[in-house]
């Protein structure tokens, strides 16, 4: 227990920073409070959403130092190493959509949009990790995410939608 | 469902952490969580504190010599599937591992956590037992190495003492001329197995081990068994059971299945 630790209705509260889409965040928070109830209820980010609470159906998912994690799966006072990516964090400098948002957008990845936030960060890390996926390995890019509304196809096709629209932003920037 | 309340520990040394587990009954070791934090949120568990071991510096290891691979207890199960080495020393390795889970936990989840939460479904316990590996386990009372056909007791049930961390585990080598494969069957792709078995073929000795068939990683050695035998073989060795995945006869005939196509690949590759 630091010196600035205080106790709540008999609890611990731990004072922690998270660094989350580039910004530090100063939070009290019990050491049971999950990264996804921190995002949303301590930083009012509600972009990640919960829906499983187990790791099962991907909507919580974030990138941590890059790469896709489970929110609710890890505990705020376990990621004050890590630099944080929520959905809110994709969107290009400027403000506008990225590839993958885009995609998502033209090729009706989405419905209801629950699962959305869950696939937006899964495939940005993805696609970075592997720019040009074959459709199986779209497929599987995706196969840790739950959607309720859209049979994957157009998601799938968001995946490939997004491979491409990067290529060519790259092409142009080249 | 959240989490009860519990007492956070985040010690920057091993020292710290064995000194934290010594003095605490109950207190639980905190690694990838992909685990333990379902189990606490589900309140199947309820440990009075957490030691989290996320701030050691040194655990990440993945060290990779003639003799076999040693992966440090936060070894993230993606760092070891992707790690050329250990492809190259033990290939039954990243081939099982690409069966745990989906991408986005095995960031997260550590190969050496699979291997101490003792799953009868998880891949990496009986991957272990198949290839003679062992756990290297620290408590402050000093260390010692639990070989893999000593450690797994039940579902969920090893011989890790509560006041112990698991520090590493090592894998044999593969021999030179061996083969080895590794396939499953769930419902979809980084599910939990219904049937999955690894196999080892060197020379004239066949063994394969499997995964959700029973309550332990169990090894059956099919050497000399003609091919068509190979299935009925193994099952007299096992005792697949019903649950709300599978029935039994399904299971078995999975089981029947499985271990051809197996010990066929693991042939395949030996050559
Ligand atoms: C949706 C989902 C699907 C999954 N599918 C699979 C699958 O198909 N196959 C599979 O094998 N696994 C699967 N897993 C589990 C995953 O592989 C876990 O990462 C792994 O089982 C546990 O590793 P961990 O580091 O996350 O351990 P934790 O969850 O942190 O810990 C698990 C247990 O081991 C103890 N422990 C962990 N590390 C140590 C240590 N170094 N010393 C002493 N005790 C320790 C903890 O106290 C706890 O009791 C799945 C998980 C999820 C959420
Ligand atoms: S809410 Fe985290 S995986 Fe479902
Ligand atoms: S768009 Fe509704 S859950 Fe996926």
Redesign the interface.
């Given at each position: 227990m630091s010196a600035q630790d205080t106790v709540r209705h008999?609890?611990?509260l731990?004072l922690i920073r998270l660094r989350v889409n580039g910004i530090g965040h100063d939070v009290e928070v019990?050491?049971?409070r999950?990264l996804s109830?921190a995002l949303r209820h301590d930083l009012g980010l509600t972009g990640t959403h919960v829906g499983c609470?187990?790791?099962v159906c991907?909507a919580c998912?974030v990138l941590?130092d890059g790469?896709?994690?489970?929110a609710?799966?890890?505990?705020a006072?376990?990621a004050v190493?890590a630099e944080i990516t929520t959905v809110e964090g994709l969107t290009e400098p400027d403000g506008s959509l990225s590839p993958v948002q885009q995609a998502f957008s033209e090729c009706h990845g989405l419905q209801c949009g629950f699962c959305t936030p869950g696939f937006l960060t899964?495939i940005t890390a993805?696609l970075n990790e592997n720019p040009c996926p074959t459709h199986e390995e779209a497929r599987?890019?995706i196969?840790?995410n739950l959607c309720r509304c859209t049979g994957y196809q157009n998601i799938v096709k968001s995946v490939e939608r997004a491979a491409e629209i990067t290529q060519a932003k790259e092409a142009e920037s080249a | 469902?959240?989490?009860?309340?519990?007492?956070?520990h985040?010690p920057t040394t091993l020292g710290d952490a064995l000194e934290v587990l010594s003095g605490n009954a109950d207190a639980k070791v905190?690694a990838g969580?992909?685990s333990l934090?379902?189990l606490?949120?589900?309140r199947l568990a309820g440990p009075s504190a957490?030691v989290?071991i996320?701030?050691i510096p040194g655990l990440d290891t993945i060290e990779v010599t003639e003799a076999g691979v040693r992966i440090g207890a936060l070894a993230r199960h993606?760092d070891v599937l992707a790690h050329e080495g250990v492809r190259r020393v033990q290939p039954l390795l990243p081939e099982a591992l690409s069966y745990v889970?989906?991408?986005?936990?095995r960031?997260?989840g550590t190969t050496v956590g699979s291997i101490v939460h003792a799953d009868a479904a998880a891949e990496m316990p009986s991957v272990l037992v198949l290839l003679g590996g062992s756990v290297e386990a620290a408590s402050t009372g000093g260390t010692r190495t639990i070989a893999a056909e000593d450690l797994f007791l039940g579902p969920l049930e090893s011989t890790l003492r509560p006041e112990e961390i698991a520090t590493s585990a090592f894998f044999p080598a593969l021999p030179a001329g061996a083969g080895v494969a590794f396939d499953e069957i769930a419902r979809?792709?980084?599910d939990y197995a219904l049937v999955g078995l690894g196999a080892v073929v060197d020379g004239d000795s066949v063994r394969a081990s499997y995964v959700s068939v029973s309550d332990v990683p169990t090894v059956v050695d099919l050497s000399g068994v003609p091919d068509d035998r190979l299935g009925e073989v193994a099952l007299e060795h096992l005792d697949p059971v019903d649950d709300i995945h599978a029935t039994a006869a399904y299971r078995a005939q999975l089981v029947r299945v499985l271990t051809k196509r197996v010990v066929t690949k693991a042939r395949e590759a030996a050559r």
């Open positions: 008999g609890e611990q731990h019990p050491a049971r999950l109830d609470e187990h790791g991907g998912t941590m790469k896709p994690v489970r609710c799966l890890i505990f006072v376990s190493d899964t993805g599987e890019m196969a840790g | 469902m959240k989490p009860a309340p519990f007492a956070y985040r905190l969580g992909q934090v379902p606490l949120s589900m957490l989290d996320n701030a993606a889970a989906h991408a986005t936990i960031n997260r979809r792709q980084g």
